[in-house]
């Protein structure tokens, strides 16, 4: 028997066939052939809501195709008080340098020939995460060296105080210092 009769001790009455279900229904030709064309109605409606649906994540979904040896950027994900790939910050970059791909493993999968300070990092990395990056010889990157703990972290150290300031309200005095850190530029001092 079906689940709904074992639940509730009574016969379903199916939204394909709506008559009572006391009545003796006798299945002709004609009512197969009404049910059969509202189950194919009912699949198109389907089909259409699912495809609507998908329509949405495709605008921003795209196709990257690239080969072995192409270089790709990888996607860092910022949080607050995490540090990913030497990388910290809400205004951190949201791709870093490009990496060069080592071979393709499945669909949509890519291994990286990540450099020796990321040794600890798993080197496959999803269509998702990667940009292909179109080189361009006057584009100079500046490669910074950040000493790292063993769990990809590093100690931010205050390296000199750029400005002092009082900042004051109605009943109190607040001061304000700029900080230039150990590992940052002057712009990037806070």
């Known amino acids: 028997m079906a689940p709904?009769?074992?639940?509730?001790?009574?016969k379903c009455r199916c939204p394909v066939c709506w008559d009572d279900v006391t009545d003796a229904v006798t299945l002709g030709p004609d009512l197969i052939q009404q049910m059969v064309d509202q189950v194919h109605v009912i699949r198109q409606k389907m089909r259409a809501a699912q495809d609507q649906y998908k329509s949405y994540p495709d605008l921003k979904?795209?196709?990257?195709?690239?080969?072995?040896?192409?270089?790709v950027l990888l996607k860092v994900s910022p949080m607050k008080g995490v540090m990913r790939f030497g990388k910290r910050?809400?205004?951190?970059?949201?791709y870093i340098e490009p990496?060069?791909?080592l071979d393709r493993v499945?669909?949509?999968?890519y291994r990286l020939a990540l450099?020796?300070?990321?040794?600890?990092?798993?080197?496959?990395f999803n269509v998702s995460q990667l940009r292909k990056y179109v080189s361009d010889p006057t584009h100079v990157l500046a490669?910074?060296?950040?000493e790292m703990d063993n769990n990809l972290s590093y100690v931010e150290m205050a390296k000199e105080i750029?400005?002092?300031?009082?900042?004051?309200?109605?009943n109190s005095e607040s001061a304000l210092v700029k900080v230039l850190w150990s590992n940052h530029n002057v712009e990037e001092a806070t």
């Open 4 to 10: 709904f009769e074992a639940l509730y001790r009574r």
């Open 61 to 71: 979904r795209s196709e990257i195709e690239v080969a072995v040896g192409d270089k």
């Open 89 to 94: 910050g809400k205004l951190s970059q949201k």
């Open 99 to 101: 990496y060069e791909i």
């Open 106 to 109: 499945g669909e949509v999968a």
């Open 115 to 124: 450099p020796p300070a990321l040794a600890r990092v798993h080197n496959i």
């Open 143 to 146: 490669a910074e060296t950040v």
């Open 162 to 170: 750029l400005d002092r300031k009082v900042r004051k309200t109605r």
